[in-house]
């Protein structure tokens, strides 16, 4: 399942990314432009944008293929899609590029050493590579206030 964003939930992307699900998001996109991209990758369109919503529904692909997002906080945008999707039990954090959505790859410690600063070679425990922007990614004690919350939209599934 994959999806694509506008402009407006851009929080909602990333966050969505971060639990390890595929989402395109621009940060500028006209409405025609994101409905044309949509059918071309097959993506469901997230907006809180009721005309957009209009707009993508009268092209045949993509009936049923829109979720018009309710809240204005992010938490509850990411439950609102997690719970509509079922997606509890696919979520694989820290597994995609926060920046260009693309899957990562486990980068082994040793060689991870001259691609981050010294404190994070450190202390991280594991590390991964952005095959598309280089980037690499590590999860350790820096990142305890956002695993936290991550881990409560993991264990939500549990209950
Ligand atoms: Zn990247």
């Not at 009721?50 to 018009?68: D, M, N, P, V, W």
């Not at 820290?94 to 404190?119: D, G, T």
């Not at 991550?150 to 549990?158: D, E, G, H, P, T």
Request: glycine share 2%; charged share 35%.
């Amino acid at each position: 399942m994959k999806f694509i964003a506008d402009c407006m939930v851009g929080k909602l992307a990333r966050w969505l990314r971060l639990l390890g699900f595929d989402v395109s998001y621009y940060r500028k996109i006209e409405d025609e432009e994101l409905i044309e991209l949509a059918a071309k990758e097959k993506r469901i369109i997230l907006t809180r944008d009721h005309e957009l919503i209009k707009k993508a529904e009268k092209r045949k692909s993509l009936k049923q293929k829109t979720l018009l997002i309710e809240s204005e906080h992010w938490e509850e945008q990411v439950e609102q899609v997690l719970d509509h999707f079922k997606l509890r039990k696919k979520i694989d954090p820290n597994s995609r590029c926060l920046e260009c959505n693309e899957k990562l790859k486990f980068l082994p410690k040793a060689r991870a050493k001259n691609l981050v600063p010294p404190f994070v070679y450190e202390k991280a425990e594991a590390f991964a590579l952005c095959p598309s922007c280089g980037r690499v990614f590590w999860k350790g004690t820096h990142f305890h206030d956002m695993e936290r919350k991550l881990s409560r939209f993991v264990q939500k599934n549990k209950t």
